[in-house]
């Protein structure tokens, strides 16, 4: 996987040299109406369409327990953790 990895990025770093990097994304976050956003069981998953685009899926599962939701600046620094965990890139997106 490291390889794969690696290799996208090396991928990523020609095209942006040749100014042909994609920076269409598509972000997704999905979470239950009825409890609190919480990242306590959330996942992040994203993935590389052949056009270019990056899709990002974020389930934030919801948290009946929660007292607080979540900030909108507390998921974004979540997102970035889970972006450069995962390599993906689209760093700049937003």
């Known amino acids: 996987m490291k390889a794969i990895v690696g290799r996208l990025r090396r991928l990523e770093d020609h095209l942006a040299a040749k ?17 609190k956003r919480s990242l306590r069981q959330a996942t992040y998953t994203s993935q590389l369409w052949p056009d270019g685009t990056i899709m990002e899926s974020i389930d934030l599962g919801g948290d009946p327990d929660a ?28």
């Open 67 to 94: 007292r607080v939701d979540v900030s909108d600046e507390e998921l974004e620094a979540w997102i970035r953790q889970q972006r450069e965990a995962t390599g993906t890139g689209c760093e700049t997106a937003r």
């Open 19 to 35: 100014g042909l990097a994609s920076t269409k994304y598509f972000q997704m976050v999905v979470y239950d109406l009825a409890c």
